[in-house]
């Protein structure tokens, strides 16, 4: 791992647990065993390092729908692909320091400030969401002509639901600190896959 990953990383923890307006620099620079100067080489300010945090949990969104983008990839692939980065998100805010106490709460309220803070985040996060909606309902409909799911399957209703799935599995786990949900991508893929598939 290179310093600018370092710093990037010590500020995920930090942006996490305090909030934007709650860090220092002299904090992220602690964090990474570093003078403070040193990190105008690698960042010009605290939002430059900010929009940084905040891409880096934007573009491993991006993975998650990959498989969708494939055409010679399944729909149940596709699917699966899908609830196992949502596995994979969730023990990821658990690695975070002090996770049970700030850190999974931290992952929304990272977002809330993103947005308060670069009110331009609002509409690029729209604009991806909108472009995820439309990848996810080309494969549903090609699937549905494939005769992998149910013909009678409304392509927005299944989008809608595996939206709400993975943000009411990852609320879930903010909330719900004393359980754990080890199993849950794999346990609403099955749910959804089992209710969709073609008969």
Known sequence: MNTREKIVEAAVILFLQKGYDQVSLNEIAAGVGIQKPSLYHYFKSKEDIFMEVVMYFFRDGVEWTKG??????????????????????????EKIPHA??????????????????FPSLRKMFNDAYLN????????????KKNGEIRKDIKPLDLVYLCASAIEGALYLNTLMSEHRFDTIGERLFNIIWNSVKAK
């Open 68 to 93: 969708f983008h494939d055409e010679s990839v399944s729909f149940k692939d596709a699917l699966h692909t899908l609830f196992s980065h949502l596995q994979y998100a969730i023990d990821e805010i």
């Open 100 to 117: 049970e106490e700030k850190g999974k709460y931290g992952y929304y309220f990272l977002l809330f400030d993103a947005l308060k803070t």
């Open 132 to 143: 995820d909606v439309q990848t996810y309902e080309k494969a549903i409909k090609r699937a």
